[in-house]
């Protein structure tokens, strides 16, 4: 993909240096105040263990968690990266495809009489907080309706060549597309219908059928911002649309129900399958235009 030397978006905060505890100090759980209580009480009864909770104290606010000498809590150690050039380039790469995104969906907003919300974006690595709770490794990009933040834990690029097998920048962009999608739908109030909707379901099948709609309409509205950024950029090269679809295939629900548990469950799917991702990516690459993504109909 051809990126260089185009804007940077200004609506970045880059957390990669920050402590991997969640970005300084926030009030611990109720579950690890239950659990701490019985090692407290009894430093409580000499000046030696009120020393002792002193700093434990002083270490927490610190970002230390002390509960990770013990084995539970995040110790708030920096993830080590070996290739901090690479690392910032890659930082470098996000911010100036969410540039091309504020471009493209300012103008499809324009378009249709709209001024568009730019959303956030938090690049961190291990953990940091976000508008809605924390953020970690495990939970993978996400955006955030709360805060109207998408959050992106850089180790998952990593992830996603090396555990998924998709590689290529991309790859990485259509990944980062898919939650600018998200973002539209909660500007357009599509996140708010289909929690209200979820409420009523008559179960979790159905409720999960409801996500899987809203999934991949956000892959398809990576496909819109394609098809739009390529127009105004050219920043297709040979390949780049085949790592987008490797990258979808790669992270359907029937092949990650298969390769976790070997066999596939639909009922279980959130996401949407291998071929609904790669073809509703599609359907909103060649249509270019919101019409082209009505999954609820």
């Not at 880059?14 to 611990?28: A, E, I, K, L, V």
């Not at 084995?71 to 091309?100: C, H, W, Y």
């Not at 790592?243 to 390769?259: H, Y």
């Not at 976790?260 to 959130?270: I, K, L, N, S």
């Amino acid at each position: 993909m051809k990126w260089k030397n185009r804007r940077q978006s200004s609506n970045v905060d880059d957390r990669r240096n920050s402590s991997g505890g969640g970005g300084g100090f926030q009030m611990p759980s109720l579950q690890t105040l239950f659990f701490i209580l019985p090692i407290i009480k009894p430093l409580l009864k000499s000046k030696l263990g009120l020393v002792v909770i002193g700093v434990g104290a002083l270490a927490y606010i610190g970002g230390f968690n002390p509960l990770s000498l013990i084995g539970m809590g995040s110790s708030g150690a920096k993830s080590v990266v070996k290739d901090q050039k690479a690392d910032d380039e890659k930082a470098a790469f996000i911010a100036t495809v969410l540039a091309d995104t504020e471009v493209v969906w300012g103008r499809v907003f324009a378009e249709a009489g709209y001024k568009y919300q730019e959303p956030k974006l938090v690049l961190y690595r291990e953990q940091t907080r976000s508008g809605c709770g924390v953020a970690n490794s495990q939970v993978g990009p996400f955006y955030c309706p709360a805060d109207q933040t998408i959050y992106i834990d850089l180790g998952f690029y990593d992830e996603l060549q090396y555990k998924f097998g998709a590689s290529g920048d991309f790859a990485q962009a259509y990944i980062l597309a898919h939650e600018v999608g998200h973002h539209i739908q909660n500007l357009e109030g599509t996140l708010n219908k289909v929690e209200r909707a979820k409420q009523s379901a008559y179960g979790k099948a159905d409720a999960n059928a409801l996500q899987v709609k809203v999934e991949l309409q956000a892959d398809c509205y990576a496909g819109i911002w394609t098809n739009h950024a390529h127009k105004l950029f050219g920043m297709l090269e040979a390949g780049d649309i085949d790592e987008a679809f490797n990258a979808a295939n790669s992270i359907g629900d029937d092949r990650l129900q298969k390769q976790a548990q070997g066999y596939v469950q639909p009922d279980a799917f959130t996401h949407g399958s291998s071929k609904q991702r790669m073809t509703w990516f599609h359907n909103g690459l060649k249509g270019g235009k919101l019409s082209s993504c009505a999954t609820f109909r």
